[in-house]
């Protein structure tokens, strides 16, 4: 169960907006111009589809993409491998860096491994170049012996789809009406994380139930929230998530991009717009962000995301250490007090100091609550898309650079 | 060697201003009121100090501490390991996360490890907390047979250090006039990275080279950038560094300590300055950030950072996809040319799109060009401190939480 809590000044005047907001994002479910709202129903199908695959000689998960089709994958992996000490390793091939593909590369057994290359449009250029990279390395032979270790995903008609029923691979759909950065819960995520020994049905069904609960009842602190990051964005344009916990990174990595590349535009009225997302990581950013939120420019508002039990009782010992004694008054108490009191107490000292704050509390890890998580970010971007008055499924301004790209490489 | 280059427009009247912070780095070098600036002279010592103790036994190398007890360790090891792969294995203790605690203590082998606990005032609470989690996991023998194996790095008169003396540890001290986040070319990170087997010699002459280069040639380049950022710090109030090599995103996140606590403050005029620091990684996040650079508010300045030769020539073999044919454009060339060729691309887009951007190039990897990226970074901190009117070596923002975690957990 996730619960929410916030320190946001009451909303004046925002209830139409609110009202009108609501409505849009039920008439983009209701009419399937946005599809990702249906993957938690629509997407059980893969989760009998990765099942039915013969996995039992893969021991790697390799997967190859960038963006949306692997941001939201590796969150997944990181949250939940403490709990799923089952789990196969996944490696991930993102980047065009030389150096960490040649690392990567060292570390994939093809013998023990399956190979994801997911792609929505199918041609993006550093997915293509390290796939070719894989195929020459490896000496995949994939009209033959290696047919059965790769797996397309891909849209529908992309030329990723023309190359693999060309050579008669796996391939898995991602709905048209799915954005990349909106795909972690089709094929994109469901099939290699089912793969690799996690519960994607019991995250399926936390994104539905949520979902669900949204449309039915609601969720008016959702609502809430989003107007009041909407009202206040002109003067506090930065929203911080402040996760305590070390393997939520991945995530406000995933939240990031959802953030950035969806509000981030030019709108309806020619204006430009956004939030500028920045994730960090309690306690350890206490010593590295903290002081510029309390005392620097009041740009920002922050959201805290702690997880209230983390089924660990490693205890800080009884000892006293000569010199500094001062510290026992921790002893004999857990690391789980421990850094849930350090995020209530930074979250005390930033509403005294006049910063919007809000909290969402995770009773505990689980494939429930992840699959919560990630459909309340996903529709809070799309409440705040309407407000801003954007098309939040797009994102024209990262045209320019590739234009750039190939007129300069062809040239060079 | 680095290279500069921007696309700032020439500062007017920032000639006087330049002048005076130019005065007051010299000043603070010349009186010892700010000590880094010396530190790539004073800390040979500790290389010399560190090859003096007999490491052969060591192959893991335990870090305990946070913030800027580990921030610029993990960069310089991050980075460097690729040229060094006779590095041995650091492990890091930082976080008060449970799982990441528990999990990090699985991959310590007491026998073939050394312990460095590191913190400036002696006391923190995560860094105490830890180490004496650590004492009872191994059931170290700190007056015994483990003595040899413990490495204290603090303030001359801490409580760590009351402590080390009592247990007759191996004790290297920071100099009382470098502050924690400018502390790694101190003890905090020679030592440590020395005995990892990195040539931190090497490293701290290309900082001095850079800080004398600085002095005698005042470097109008770093000037200009710092006035230019400060100029524009009311309406583009968030640098971003956008480093071209995953590698690189270790020292993004020294840098954003760096930058945010130094600057981020109430200044002496009662106003609430700083930059707000963000640190990105390309190509990834070119599919995650990009957009909202180029069409969301104008409120952001980009530095690229690019390393000119990676020294690795994997090369994009020349296959053909069957229906992916469009990508053949870049068969034969390599992903050192395709990494930098997206890095110089995203930039032209930038400037194009009318940000203010800057790019620093490394001609490659080495410990010189490394140490002269840290102390660059310092040096523009500093300048920039001087235009904000910060005392830019304090954190007085971070003790409110501190007061109220402490009431807290004495309470409970």
């Known amino acids: 169960m996730l619960s929410f809590s916030s320190n946001f000044a009451p909303t004046q005047g925002g209830e139409r907006q609110m009202k009108d907001s609501f409505e849009a994002l039920k008439e983009e479910m209701q009419s399937d111009k946005v599809g990702y709202y249906k993957l938690p129903t629509l997407s059980q199908k893969f989760v009998q589809l990765a099942n039915s695959i013969d996995a039992s000689s893969f021991s790697q998960i390799v997967v190859i993409g960038i963006g949306g089709s692997t941001l939201g994958i590796k969150a997944i992996n990181s949250i939940l491998r403490p709990i799923t000490p089952s789990a196969k390793e996944m490696i991930f091939f993102e980047n ?16 023990k491994a399956c190979f994801f290359i997911i792609s ?5 250029i550093e997915t293509t170049s390290i796939f070719k990279t894989i195929i020459n390395y490896f000496s ?41 950065r909106f795909s972690v819960l089709s094929a994109v995520g469901v099939v290699p994380l089912q793969m690799a020994g996690y519960d994607m049905s019991l995250l399926l069904n936390g994104a539905g139930d949520f979902i669900t609960r949204f449309f039915e009842n609601r ?57 500028t997302p920045i994730g960090i990581i309690g306690s350890v950013d206490q010593h590295s962000f903290l002081q510029l939120i309390i005392e620097g420019p009041k740009d920002k508002s922050v ?110």
């Open 96 to 111: 065009s860096d030389p150096i960490a593909i040649s690392e990567n590369l060292l570390k994939v057994n093809k013998e």
């Open 120 to 124: 929505k449009s199918g041609g993006t």
């Open 140 to 180: 995949l032979d994939l009209s033959g012996a290696d047919n059965n270790r790769v797996f397309a995903i891909t849209d529908n008609d992309s030329t990723l789809s023309v190359f693999a029923k060309h050579h008669k691979l796996h391939e898995f759909n991602i709905p048209d009406n799915v954005g990349g």
């Open 219 to 275: 969720e008016s602190h959702l609502l809430e929230k989003a107007y009041s990051l909407y009202e206040n964005s002109k003067t506090q344009s930065i929203n911080v998530v402040f996760s305590y916990a070390d393997r939520l990174e991945d995530l406000t990595k995933w939240y990031v991009q959802l953030w950035g590349e969806s509000l981030g535009k030019l709108n309806g009225c020619e204006e430009r717009v956004g939030l």
């Open 303 to 412: 959201t805290f995301i702690k997880i209230n039990d983390f089924k660990n009782n490693l205890t800080i010992p009884d000892i006293t250490l000569e010199g500094i004694e001062k510290t026992n008054f921790i002893n004999n108490k857990s690391f789980n007090a421990l850094i849930n009191a350090q995020c209530d107490a930074t979250m005390e000292s930033l509403i005294q100091s006049g910063v919007n704050s809000d909290l969402i509390t995770l009773d505990f890890i689980s494939e429930e609550n992840i699959g919560a998580m990630i459909v309340y970010y996903e529709l809070l971007t799309s409440l705040l898309g309407t407000m801003f008055k954007v098309n939040t499924y797009n994102q024209p301004g990262v045209e320019l650079g590739k234009v750039i790209l190939y007129k300069n490489l062809e040239n060079s």
